[in-house]
Every structure is written in C-alpha cells, then in structure tokens.
C-alpha cells in the first residue's frame, strides 16, 4: 500500500510537470524565453525592466518629443541572466531541465503499460465468454468487474456472467500457485463474496506487476532526485529575480529626456516687418527624479539651439523693412531714384539658451499635463547676429544734361533690433561731383517671431496609455 500511495503522489507531480514542460508556455510571442526553461515556476515574472513614455514639450507652434524612462521590476533580460547565471551555478544545463520532460512521459507510459493496461489486460482474459452469447468480452468485463452492463443487452442472463465468474475461480485453483492459492480462499467463502472474478483477477494484475515495477521503480527514484535540483533550480532562480526586482524598484532613476537628435524643428517667422523667413531650434536636455516612481518632480536643464534658415526675404526686400521703407520712399520723392544694385553676405542668426526647470508630474495614469517652473534661459542666453547689404540707386532722369545722382547705403549689423546704415549721396556733373553729403543713419528694427518658441510658456503632456 506504501509503495502505491507514494507512486500516486508521484504520479500526481509528474501530471503537473508534464502539463506545464510538455505544452508551450502562455508567454507572449514576441518575449525571449530561453526554450526549455518553465518561465511560471519563477515567482518574480519578467513584466519589468525599462518603462518608457511619451512627452510632448509644446512652446507655441513648435513641439517636442521626449521620454519618461525609468526602471521597474525586471526586464526578460535580466531574467536570462539569472537563469544562465544560476545554470552555470548549479552546474545544470537546458539539456538537464529538459531531461525531467522525458522521465515524466517515461513514467506514464510505464505506468500505463504496467497498471492501466495490465489490469484491463489481466482481468479480460480470465472473463470467458460463453459459445452464442451476445454479451461481447467488454461487456463481461463492464459487469463482472463493476456490476453495469451496456442497456442494450440488459436482456442477457445474469447468471452466464455469474457463472463465468465461478469459473475464473476453478481454472485458478486448476493453474495452482500463488494465484491458485488466493482462488481457494476465495471459494471456501464464496457465498460471501458476490464478485469473485473480481479479487481473482486483481490478484493475477497484481502478480504481474510486481514482476513489471522493477524498472519503474528506478524510474521514480531517478525522477525524484531529479524533480529535487529542478525545484532547487527554479527555487533559486525565483529567490534572485524577487531580490533583483525590489532593488529596481528602490534604486530605480526616472528622467525625463529630450534627445537633441529628434528635436530639430523648423518654423516660419517674422523679422524686421518681412515674413517668410525660417528658424531651425533643436531642444535637449534631461531632468532627473527626486523619487523612485514616475510620480514625482523632475530638475535638470533644458537647452535651446536657434539658427536662421532662410533670410532671403529680408536680404532680398531690406527697403521694405519697417525701418527703411520711409527712408526710400523719401530717396524715391527726391527723383526719379531706381536701385540699381542689391548684395550682400548671407545673414547669420543663432541663439543659445538653456535653463533650470523643475517639472511634478502629479499621475501615472491616462495623458498627465505636469507643472512646469523656471526659465529657459536662466542658465545663460547667447545670440550671435550679422547682417550686411550694400545697395545702391541712381537717377539718371537728367543723363541728356550730363547730370545724375547717385546714393549709396551700407547696412550693417550685430543687433537684431538695430540697423546701422552709412549712407553716400552725390549729385554729378560731367563725372564730376557737385553735392555730395554722408551720414549715419540708425534704423530701430522689429525681431518680430523669430524666436517666437522661447516667449511661450512651456506647455508639458505625458502620455501614459
């Protein structure tokens, strides 16, 4: 009775350790699992790892994409790696775990050739079946052993199957040995047992299977001291990855990053009164948690890169500045004034500004709009700006008389809301001049939009979905 209960218990193991290493693994079909590593028997599953979420940062029309990173938990690599490092520990290998898989499909299948199959075996062959009757040997089996009997043949004698069972016992008795011995105990108490078929041919299965469970038995003893270093290995394996998970969880460091390598952005502005010209502006920065969650306030510096794009509206149209267009329109009333040259070098605008903010991000659920504070410049603020066009004009209405005038205006600059002009005006007669008079003009300018992003409030969103 021992050696069955402790089978069963066995059994019982096997059915579980089969079900989980025969049948693939619930896990998603895009994880790494390590094939032949039963990934639910460790406790800390790999749900962790790097978390990562979107951030815009909108500064008027321009916006920014960043990330909310952070660890929780443990990721499915850091998962391997215990695995491994615990394999090469214990000195195991996949090939080992694996080996448990193939004991356990070899025990049940001894287990049904030797238990399941040998009674049905045994307890069929000592149910004859009387010549002409329509009772087939399953149906005799069905009554002898467990007292039903298929509806359809109800109508057969009872008593052809009583006799069939009186004798199993007489050919038992006739056979002799240990078996024989069991039928004579049974007949001197005959009237007291109704199946008697029933403990006979138990008696014969069970003189089979102790015949048969030799080999069994060194299956079991070898799955059990196996089943103790697999439940070792896993138990280990679970201990490590809990530890390692709560270790993320307190050390973990989120930030919020902005990469200057997906921040370049181009819009469109206003400079001087002209539209159409171009600014390029790159964000980067990262600010770092002050806690351990993605709940918390983040500090750190955000940098600003402004360049000038495209300036050919203003380079092409300075005249039409609204600083210059009065002074044209009085060139123009002096005569008939026609420019008759335009050039210069192209214009070059950058500006550098970087700030310490502080952003709380109060949720973690759904799209959150944190708090932001501080000043994008208050960690320094740079432009460098340089302008120059040389343009001329002329009236030749009065060339017939050997007369012209000629004026001429250098504008230069390296401050985006003043022009400096140095302007040249001759009236000649015969080539030679007869009034001419020099002046220095200085022109406010309007910078317009062209840094329209940094005089907008910073407006965050993190997107958590």
């Not at 193991?13 to 460790?42: Q, T």
């Not at 356990?104 to 049904?112: G, M, T």
């Not at 029933?198 to 015949?211: Q, R």
Request: charged share 25%; hydrophobic share 35%; with cysteine.
């Amino acid at each position: 009775m021992r050696h069955i209960i402790r089978f069963i218990s066995v059994i019982l193991s096997i059915a579980v350790l089969m079900a989980i290493l025969i049948f693939p693994s619930s896990a998603d079909s895009g994880s790494k699992e390590i094939p032949g590593i039963d990934y639910n028997r460790i406790t800390q599953k790999a749900e962790g790892g790097k978390q990562s979420y979107k951030v815009d940062l909108k500064l008027g029309s321009v916006t920014f994409t960043g990330e909310l990173v952070g660890q929780t938990g443990i990721s499915i690599e850091e998962l391997n790696e215990i695995i491994q490092d615990t394999l090469r520990e214990k000195n195991l290998t996949i090939d080992r775990i694996k080996l448990i898989s193939k004991l356990a499909s070899q025990v049940e299948k001894d287990a049904r050739m030797y238990w399941g199959d040998q009674i049905v075996e045994g307890l069929l062959s000592f149910i004859p079946v009387p010549p002409g009757s329509p009772m087939g040997i399953n149906d005799y089996y069905a009554y002898v052993v467990h007292g039903e009997v298929n509806p359809a043949i109800q109508s057969v004698s009872i008593e052809a199957a009583t006799n069939a069972a009186e004798m199993v016992i007489v050919q038992s008795i006739e056979n002799g040995g240990r078996i024989g011995r069991i039928a004579q105990a049974v007949e001197a108490g005959a009237d007291k047992v109704p199946m008697l078929g029933e403990i006979v041919n138990t008696a014969k299965v069970a003189h089979d299977w102790s015949k048969g469970s030799e080999r069994l038995d060194n299956y079991l003893k070898l799955l059990e001291k196996n089943l103790e270093i697999v439940n070792d290995f896993y138990a280990t394996c679970s201990r490590r990855a809990v530890a390692l998970a709560e270790s993320n969880n307190k050390d973990s460091v989120w930030k919020i990053k902005f990469d200057e390598k997906k921040n370049y952005r181009t819009y469109n502005c206003d400079f001087w009164g002209i539209s159409g010209n171009t600014m390029s502006v790159t964000l980067s920065g990262e600010l770092v948690s002050s806690g351990g969650g993605p709940e918390s306030s983040y500090s750190g510096t955000l940098k600003l890169e402004f360049n000038a794009v495209d300036f050919s509206p203003v380079e092409k149209n300075l005249e039409r500045t609204s600083g210059l267009a009065q002074f044209v329109n009085v060139l123009h009333s002096m005569g008939a004034y026609q420019k008759v040259s335009d050039s210069g070098e192209k214009t070059i605008l950058r500006r550098s500004a970087q700030g310490h903010v502080t952003v709380y991000v109060g949720g973690s659920e759904g799209k959150v709009k944190p708090e932001f504070s501080g000043s994008l410049t208050s960690g320094g603020d740079e432009t460098i700006f340089s302008f120059r066009r040389d343009l001329e004009w002329r009236d030749e209405s009065m060339a017939s008389a050997h007369a012209e005038g000629i004026t001429e205006a250098h504008f230069v600059t390296a401050d985006i809301d003043e022009l400096t002009a140095r302007v040249s005006s001759r009236v000649l007669y015969k080539g030679e001049v007869k009034t001419e008079q020099n002046s220095i003009e200085e022109f406010s300018q309007d910078p317009g939009t062209v840094f329209d992003p940094l005089d907008r409030t910073p407006v965050i969103t993190i997107n958590f979905n």
